[in-house]
Antibody
């Protein structure tokens, strides 16, 4: 069974930083692009960032570019999201996900709350 | 930036057919994926590459993509289909993943 488990969310003040982690199990990892998607309370899904299997290709949403950094450690089957200069509107549940061909996997999400 | 437009809500009686649209410029040139998100749960892909169905997804879920609109069709809607549905594409010119705003399906 493929599982993605996120961690690292929490309460942080505006301007602060958090590092989210997502660990995969039950599957190979290095060959797949991994993606972070967030969902603000009561709102829709918003793409945040994606990273290719070899980390050679990385892309960010305009709303987080320059503040967030996506990375991965294939040996640890993990993907990370370093979030700096956090803003109130970054408050959301952050999901890591993987989609390839006819399969899509999502974690349960980790809540990030940015408030003063 | 590329925009996908979905109706905020669709309502249908049990056993009827629900159609959820996703509009976008030249969307026919893109591969559209659809996700179902039940309340409090993580999204589940119900259609990929416009019209293919992942393993384990009921046959009542189908998709199409033509002109400027992609459509998710749920035939013989059941109470368990009540959820939010999102379309998604990869926009090559911007290298951005794009989601539609989501459609809340209510089963009357």
């Amino acid at each position: 069974e493929v599982r993605l488990v996120e961690s690292g969310g929490g309460l942080v003040k505006p301007g602060g930083s958090l590092r989210l982690s997502c660990v995969a199990s039950g599957t190979s990892f290095s060959g797949f692009t991994m993606t972070w998607v967030r969902q603000a309370p009561g709102k829709g899904l918003e793409w945040v960032a994606s990273i290719s299997g070899s980390s050679s290709y990385i892309s960010y949403a305009d709303s987080v570019k320059g503040r967030f950094t996506i990375s991965r450690d294939n040996a640890q089957k993990s993907v990370f999201l370093q979030m700096n200069s956090l803003r109130v509107d970054d408050t959301a549940v952050y999901f890591c996900s993987r989609r390839a061909d006819g399969e899509s996997y999502w974690g349960q999400g980790t809540l990030v709350t940015v408030t003063s | 930036s590329y925009v996908l437009t979905q109706p905020p809500s669709v309502s249908v009686a049990p056993g009827q057919t629900a159609r959820i649209t996703c509009g976008g410029s030249d969307i026919v040139k893109k591969s559209v994926h659809w996700y179902q998100q039940r309340s409090g749960q993580s999204p589940v892909m119900v259609v990929y590459d416009d019209s293919a169905r992942p393993s384990g997804i009921p046959e009542r879920f189908s998709g199409s993509n033509s002109d400027n609109t992609a459509t998710l069709t749920i035939s013989g809607v059941e109470a368990e289909d009540e959820a939010d549905y999102y379309c998604q594409v990869w926009d090559s010119p911007t290298d951005h993943l794009v989601f539609g705003g989501g459609t809340k399906l209510t089963v009357l």
